[in-house]
């Protein structure tokens, strides 16, 4: 008798060996047969498979759907406020009493700032005083802005910027707007007329300079001894603050001798305030998927209370619990990989419908391909709902006895 | 060689009160090869544990069991649905055929998962039933006779040394049980020991051995074993030593 177990646990072990041997092809193929049987399963009840399928559906859209908007919204938002980080404003330190830039302060800012690893960006140093401005039948209070190289930090929407402004007056958007002057006409500045050289396309970001108020004139027309504040124009809100850094560093080294006006902190913030509104919204729609995971538990143990019999013959005849765990297992992940798949489709045919809806809505944001990120996670969020809610009855079923399941 | 072997099995359940209900009790049961045993025997007596026990769905609380002779009385629940599918086959009162598989795939339902495609011996097997014109009809489109053929192929598709039926005629008519049990006993001439459990006398015709179970105490367990079934345990040993020889 003792032989004879001796040779049953031999033989176990032996098959044992062969089966971790198949690997990872034994491993899919067990999984063919599973799968098949699992559809079928579903074919079975269709309109509670159909149910299951369209709650794992909602709950995909919500979570795709809300990440998408709440991902355009970030997108829109920085690409409206994107331009603000890349100007910083130097203006002299009125508490320490410096009452504006020197030459030689200009001087110090170019050196700090030329350094590769700042991305070179351009300084442009203003004059600054305020005028009324004439046009031909009506007058405005504007700044007036003395400035030798305006290409650098602007553009120019009408007439051309000169690389040296010598004479004659370029126009800020709103200023042209109000006299309802354009290039060729001439505006009279403190009694002054002056032609208009150029109008300035309508500035995009925010600034203290704000150049659509402005009219701006060659550094000669001003007899002040400093500039007023001077204008460093970066590529990116990152080589903004690194420039501004560098000024802080080295000019104000020994004396704070200039205020530093940047916002790229306050673009910082926004993005901050977005990504919050992002996690929001995916939590959001994280709620109606975990609504459908629970209804994919409930299909799940109906349905694997109905077939008990069935699950127990399936043991009694030697099926193993590893290959019921697996059917069971494939019916819970169809559902889900159904429904994700119905709901990422839904999401992108519901996003396309607001946009063409929509003209307000940027379609370049919309097919940004961060938002593919979102349709993803939503797609993997889909199927590991399904699997994760499958697990408990398929465990459950795999596990009963099969005389228990046999005989009710 | 016993193709099936029980000694001394008792099976006790946890009843509701203080005393255990005792299902079997120090049963002594064996078949050979190629041979039909009916277990006959009232509601309640215990039949169907016996088969639970016979078919490695439930263990014995105490005694051997023994499976070409090799003792299964214990083991774990992977090594006890491999011996299952290696050597016992099922066939149920109530056919329990797959609903969603065609006919041919309930019969290779239990090799199903393994590497091989067992279906083309699945459809050899129905048609050695006179089933081969319905391999992929679905259990619905059956009738009760040809499910149970289906059961009986199911039963067989892995050549096992056991077929265990649990009232396999229990709801068929007549003429279709009599069609059932002919295929029992051209099923143990192929050296398979077929062991019913049932009310149905026309089984009784059919078997090569009726055993009756009362109260879980098993009468005839041991052909050639007759006096001693319901004798003193002491001589047990002897008797199981001596059972072979005698046959």
């Not at chain 1, 067990?30 to 909602?58: D, E, H, Y």
């Not at chain 1, 600034?207 to 504040?229: C, I, K, M, N, R």
């Not at chain 1, 819970?332 to 996003?351: D, H, P």
């Not at chain 2, 006179?130 to 009738?143: K, T, V």
Request: charged share 20%; aromatic share 4%; net charge negative.
């Amino acid at each position: 008798m003792s032989d004879g177990s001796s040779d049953g646990t031999a033989s176990d072990d032996s098959s044992d060996g062969t089966a971790s041997g198949r690997g990872v092809t034994g491993w899919l193929r067990g999984w063919r047969p599973a799968v098949s049987m699992a559809s079928r399963n579903l074919r079975r009840n269709r309109v509670r498979t159909v149910l299951a399928v369209l709650g794992v559906c909602i709950g995909v859209l919500a979570v795709a759907a809300l990440g998408i908007f709440g991902n355009v919204l970030a997108l829109g938002a920085d690409d409206a406020i994107g331009d603000i980080g890349t100007q910083v404003v130097v203006s002299p330190n009125a508490d320490a009493g410096v009452e504006s830039l020197s030459a030689a302060d200009v001087a110090a800012i170019r050196r700090a700032v030329d350094d590769p690893a700042v991305g070179d960006p351009a300084v442009v140093p203003l004059y600054s005083d305020s005028a009324v401005v004439e046009g031909a039948s009506s007058q405005t209070f504007a700044t007036v802005y003395g400035v030798e190289e305006p290409g650098l930090a602007f553009e120019a929407a009408e007439g051309r910027l000169p690389d040296r402004h010598r004479q004659g007056a370029i126009v800020g958007a709103g200023v042209a707007e109000d006299l309802g002057v354009g290039a060729g006409d001439t505006v009279g500045i403190a009694g002054t007329q002056v032609r208009v050289v150029a109008v300035l396309a309508e500035s995009q970001t925010f600034s203290p300079v704000a150049p659509d108020d402005a009219v701006f004139l060659p550094e000669s027309a001003f007899s002040a001894d400093g500039y007023a504040q001077a204008l460093v124009v970066a590529e990116s809100g990152e080589t903004a603050r690194a420039a501004a850094d560098a000024i802080r560093e080295d000019v104000n080294a020994r004396e704070e001798r200039v205020d530093l006006f940047e916002l790229a902190a306050i673009v910082d913030e926004i993005n901050e305030f977005f990504d919050l509104l992002s996690t929001f919204l995916l939590g959001l729609g994280a709620i109606s998927l975990v609504v459908a995971g629970v209804s994919i538990l409930n299909v799940m143990l109906m349905s694997t209370v109905e077939r008990r019999q069935e699950i127990g013959v399936m043991r009694a005849v030697g099926v193993t619990r590893r290959d019921v765990l697996r059917v069971l297992l494939a019916e819970a992940g169809l559902i889900g990989a159904a429904g994700a798949a119905a709901g990422t489709l839904l999401t992108v045919l519901l996003v396309a419908g607001l946009v063409a809806a929509t003209p307000a809505v940027d379609a370049a944001l919309v097919i940004d391909p961060t938002n593919g990120y979102y349709l993803l996670l939503a797609l993997g969020f889909g199927v590991g709902v399904g699997l994760v809610s499958g697990a408990y009855p398929a465990w459950k079923a795999a596990n009963e006895r099969p005389v228990e399941a046999l005989r009710s | 060689m016993y193709s099936v072997e029980l000694r001394g099995a008792t099976k006790r359940y946890p009843g509701g009160g203080a005393e255990p209900v005792v299902a079997l009790d120090d049963v002594d049961f064996a078949v050979e090869p190629g041979e039909f045993v009916a277990v006959v025997g009232p509601s309640g007596s215990g039949k169907s544990t016996l088969l639970n026990v016979l078919g490695l769905l439930d263990d014995p609380t105490e005694g051997w069991r023994l499976l070409n002779g090799t003792d299964v009385t214990e083991l774990s629940v992977a090594e006890r649905t491999a011996a299952r599918k290696e050597s016992i086959g099922f066939v149920f009162q109530d056919f329990h055929l797959l609903p969603t598989l065609t006919a041919v795939e309930n019969v290779a339902l239990p090799t199903a998962f393994d590497p091989g495609d067992e279906r083309d011996r699945a459809a050899d097997l129905l048609a050695r039933f006179g089933l081969g014109d319905r391999l992929d009809h679905e259990p619905s489109e059956l009738s009760g006779g040809q499910k149970q053929r289906v059961a009986i192929a199911r039963a067989l598709i892995n050549e096992p040394a056991v077929l265990l039926a649990d009232e396999p005629t229990g709801n068929l008519d007549t003429e279709t049980g009599e069609s059932i049990l002919a295929e029992f006993e051209r099923v143990k001439e192929e050296g398979v020991a077929v062991i019913a459990v049932t009310h149905d006398p026309l089984v009784e015709e059919f078997a090569d051995r009726v055993v009756e179970l009362r109260d879980g105490v098993l009468k005839g367990g041991i052909a050639g074993e007759t006096d001693s079934a319901d004798g003193s345990p002491s001589d047990r040993n002897a008797t199981a030593a001596l059972a072979p020889e005698e046959r």
